[in-house]
Every structure is written in structure tokens, then in C-alpha cells.
């Protein structure tokens, strides 16, 4: 009974910093390089990885299938899980079927808009939030779901999951109170971790740390990989609430084709040690550059 | 009210290819005070039609009227001519009106020139937007009299989602996000904690989840059956 959630939680508990990594499942039935990137060089270096979940509302193969394969692998997912395709019923179906294949970290997200992705056409759901697809993760764990029965009692289920149950926030957003006061709901609703949106400002970051001081969940900052000034300048134009500084892009002006990869594990690794003494762990995001978190990780460490 | 536009022109030709004689109805509610489908549009768009006609070769004969709502029977008796006269009518009313003319006039076929678009108001010279999603359960009392389910494009509860960027949603650089509009409002107002009370999900039974939707006022159909 005493058996912990999941190794994430378990992590975050014996205080250490903790790592975790990212794969994007696929267009497609081709699953083997995202798990050749997990098992190759995630596997031994993070504690989790996150399976994002339709990412940018493309169509791909599902999460749930994806973590489910690192699982058989040996590697712990976090089950990336948004509110854009699936209603209430379908995202209640969904975390019980997750939880009967051993899924135990889900991370809600409220998902892109179907207008970002490849089927703008496809009608956006948003049954429930964010905050809302926490409180279903929780009533289902306390044995109910989120429905009645004829008698207007909480309808009752047969087995109950447990989830460890995370949430994201974008410390750089342009309105920061804003988002933390939907991060206090979100904890409120029973967030247990956090992960953020990317971050190349750690004053800002620090800054929001201390604002969110009062809250007692684990917080781990989001570290994207630069793979070229062309993508840090997109996402200063794009990627809302993400600025990267202007020293940054000049350092990888500055730096020759052949030393891109160098020199963004570099910086990954600065930002995370400017940042660990005010956070609990750091989530990388390597956008296919699996093969450089061992180096990423052993730069923070340095 | 409720805000049309018209449909494109080849549209609504391709529609008029069975028939020869053709009233273009405007309607003098909504889609007159969002300058679409009123009086003066229709006399337009009949025009257009002759023109196009000529044109083509495809010999409509085209009139045009107006009345003041085609969701109400009582104006009907305006018409100058009845729908019975011509072989189809061409409604520049909302979804509304083109249903309910058509169920006044069973044997005649009306057909859409607009496409219904949104509730809404006109905000600018020339700019109408969409304020209200008739969820039929209002929160404005909670949001600084602006509406998250209309305003924001993923009807949030709890605040905004992290694609907004200088106030803009992530949809559209052209669209406010809605939550920064609510947190603007709430903030010169000094109201941001009403914020900071968790929304439980929104029940869409007062929107779709329930099906076509109806209003019964007790009262009157009791008076209408003692009559």
C-alpha cells in the first residue's frame, strides 16, 4: 500500500535535483526513433520523460500509446494530457485506461488551439481547463468520477487510480500575476509538480520564485535547447511569454555551424546553474537533440 | 444582435440555378443594423443578380422587399407581394429568419443568402465582434462584465492559456485574448482577487448538452389556452 506513485515523485521527495526529458511522438505508425532517443540517451540520464500529447495541436500517434512503449522500456513517463480533443467523458476514459497501463505522472495542459496545428478545421473541445482536468484526476482518485447517478450521489467506481499530478506556468509571461494566480488554482485543484514554459532569464525566473515562494510544490524550469539563432529569434517573435536575450543570440551568432551543439548545451547548462538553487529540478526539452542530455545534465552538475 | 454576412456572390448563384423567379428578401432586424442583410442590401443584391443574369443569359426575374423581422409572424402581412408568387425566396435574415419564413411558406423554398456568424456588437466603424456565446448560464457578474466563454477562443474559466502574447490570442494577432481584457478590467476596478476563487467546470447543458434549447413562459401559455 505504501508503494510509491511514481519514481518522479519519489525523486522530488528525497530532495534532490531532479531531471526529466521530453519526446514528441510521431506522424505515424514509426515509433522506433523517438524510443531509440528515450532509451539511448534519456533512459540512464533523467528520472522521467515527458510524451507530449498532440503537440501544437499536429496529429500524431497518442501519448497514452507512447508512454505505455517507454514504460515496456523500463523508463517512467509523464503522460503529457491537454483539454483540446477529448470532453470530459473521453478525458475521465482516457486517465482511468492510462492508469490501468501503469501511467502514474500525468501533466495537464490546456493544448494549443486546433488553429495552431494542421487540422484547423477540427472543432476545439475545452470541456473542462486546466484547473478543471485536475479536479477530475483527483475526484477519480478519491474513488468518484466527475457525473451522478440517478439519485444525484457522486457515481462510484469500481478501483480507483492514483495519479502524481503535475501542471505548467510561463514565469516570463508578459502578465505574470495572471498566471499565478491560475497556478495557485491549479495547485489548489491538486497540482503536485510543476513544469515551466522555457527560460533564458534567470533574474526574471528568480524573481517569479520568490512570488511563488507560498506554494509547496516542486517547481521544474523548462530548458529549450537554441539549435540556431534563426529558432532563438522565432521564439523571441513567437513563442509567447520567452525572451531570449540579445547576448544569448550573440553568442551563437558568434559561434560556427560545427559548434551549435557545443555551445547550446553550454548554455542549457549555465541556465540551469544560475537557476537550481531556486528550483527543484529542470525539464529539458531537446527537440529531437536527445543524444545531448548526458551533456546537458553533466554541465548543470559542473 | 445577432451579426450575418453574405454569402459569397457565386454561392448564391449556384443556389438560384433551378429557379427563374426570385425574391430577395431583406429583413429589418439585426442584419439591417450590422448593415448586411437590410433593405438597402437587398435592393443591391437584387441588382447584382439582374446584372448577372443579363450577363449569363440565365433569365431570373428578380424583386425585391423587406420586412421588419422575418422571425415574427405578425410582419408578414407586410410583404408586398406573397412568397407563393415567386419560385424561390432569397432570405437575407439570420438562420433564424430563413426557418421560420419557411415554415410560414411550405410551398415556397427559402434560401440562405448570409452566413449566421455570431451575437454581437459594433465596436468600431465598419467592425462588428462576437461578445456573447448564449452559453445560457452568464458569468460577466464575475469577470469584469466581460465574457471568457465568448472572448477567450478556448472558453477558459480560470484564466488565460500561456499562448497570449503583447494581449493578443495565440489564435489571431488581430484578437484580444479575452482573459487579458478581464484581468485589465478587474485590475483598474481593484477587483483581481475575484479571480482567485477556482470556476468549477463550465455546465454545458444550458449550452448544446441538453439539445435544442426552448423558453416557456408559464404564464402566457396558460393565458393563450384560457383564450
Not at chain 1, 503535475?166 to 491549479?186: D, F, H, R
Not at chain 1, 528568480?206 to 539549435?227: C, T, Y
Not at chain 2, 450577363?55 to 409572424?73: A, N
Not at chain 2, 410560414?104 to 434560401?111: E, K, Q, R, S
Amino acid at each position: 500500500m505504501n508503494e510509491p506513485v511514481s519514481n518522479l515523485k519519489s525523486a522530488f521527495e528525497s530532495g534532490r535535483f531532479v531531471f526529466t526529458g521530453e519526446i514528441g511522438p510521431p506522424k505515424g505508425t514509426n515509433v522506433q526513433s523517438c524510443l531509440h532517443e528515450a532509451e539511448e540517451y534519456l533512459k540512464d540520464s533523467v528520472t522521467a520523460v515527458n510524451v507530449t500529447d498532440g503537440q501544437t495541436a499536429v496529429m500524431r500517434i497518442g501519448s497514452i500509446a507512447v508512454s505505455n512503449m517507454l514504460l515496456e522500456r523500463g523508463i517512467e513517463p509523464v503522460f503529457q494530457m491537454t483539454c483540446r480533443d477529448r470532453n470530459r467523458i473521453a478525458l475521465q476514459m482516457d486517465l482511468l485506461s492510462a492508469y490501468s497501463l501503469g501511467i502514474r505522472n500525468v501533466l495537464s495542459l490546456t493544448g494549443d488551439h486546433v488553429a495552431m496545428g494542421d487540422h484547423p478545421e477540427a472543432k476545439p473541445v475545452f470541456d473542462l481547463d486546466s484547473v478543471g482536468l485536475l479536479q477530475a484526476m483527483v475526484k477519480l482518485e478519491a474513488g468518484t468520477d466527475m457525473g451522478r447517478d440517478m439519485k444525484g450521489n457522486p457515481n462510484k467506481l469500481e478501483g480507483a487510480p492514483k495519479f502524481f499530478k503535475g501542471c505548467c506556468v510561463t514565469p516570463c509571461a508578459e502578465e505574470v500575476e495572471l498566471q499565478i494566480i491560475k497556478l495557485e488554482k491549479k495547485v489548489e485543484a491538486g497540482a503536485q509538480f510543476v513544469q515551466t514554459q522555457a527560460v533564458y532569464e534567470p533574474a526574471v525566473f528568480e524573481k517569479f520564485m520568490q512570488r511563488i515562494e507560498h506554494l509547496k510544490a516542486p517547481v521544474m524550469v523548462g530548458i529549450v535547447m537554441l539549435k540556431s539563432v534563426g529558432m532563438a529569434k522565432y521564439m523571441n517573435r513567437s513563442v509567447p511569454g520567452v525572451h531570449v536575450p540579445d547576448e544569448l543570440i550573440t553568442r551563437l551568432s558568434d559561434t560556427a555551424k560545427e559548434d551549435l551543439q557545443r555551445v547550446s548545451i553550454e548554455i542549457c547548462g549555465e541556465l540551469i546553474r544560475k537557476m537550481k538553487h531556486c528550483c527543484q529540478g529542470a525539464h529539458l526539452m531537446t527537440l529531437g537533440w536527445g543524444h545531448c542530455v548526458p551533456d546537458i545534465i553533466a554541465a548543470a552538475l559542473a | 444582435m445577432i451579426v450575418a454576412e453574405r454569402k459569397p456572390f457565386d454561392e448564391i448563384l449556384e443556389m438560384l440555378s433551378p429557379y427563374k423567379r426570385v425574391l430577395v428578401l431583406g429583413c429589418g432586424g439585426c442584419v439591417t443594423v450590422c448593415l448586411t442583410g437590410g433593405e438597402r442590401q437587398a435592393e443591391e443584391l437584387a441588382s447584382q443578380l439582374r446584372l448577372a443574369s443579363r450577363h449569363k443569359s440565365m433569365d431570373l426575374t428578380v424583386d425585391y422587399d423587406c420586412i421588419t423581422r422575418q422571425c415574427d409572424r405578425e410582419f408578414t402581412e407586410n410583404l408586398k407581394e406573397s412568397p407563393a408568387q415567386y419560385d424561390c425566396v432569397l432570405s437575407m435574415a439570420c438562420g433564424v429568419g430563413v426557418q421560420f419564413m419557411s415554415q410560414l411558406y411550405p410551398d415556397v423554398p427559402f434560401l440562405p443568402a448570409m452566413n449566421t456568424t455570431f451575437y454581437g456588437a459594433n465596436t468600431a466603424p465598419g467592425l462588428w465582434e462576437e461578445y456573447c456565446h448564449g452559453c445560457g448560464d452568464c458569468v460577466l457578474a464575475l469577470t469584469g462584465g466581460i465574457c471568457p466563454i465568448a472572448r477567450c477562443s478556448k472558453s477558459l474559466v480560470n484564466g488565460p492559456c500561456g499562448g497570449a502574447q503583447d494581449g493578443k490570442c495565440e489564435v489571431s494577432n488581430q484578437m484580444d485574448c479575452g482573459w487579458h481584457l478581464i484581468y485589465k478590467r478587474l485590475t483598474e476596478k481593484g477587483k483581481v482577487d475575484e479571480l482567485r476563487k477556482i470556476r468549477p467546470p463550465i455546465n454545458w447543458k444550458t449550452d448544446r448538452g441538453a439539445g435544442v434549447r426552448r423558453l416557456i413562459l408559464e404564464e402566457m401559455v396558460e393565458e393563450e389556452s384560457e383564450v
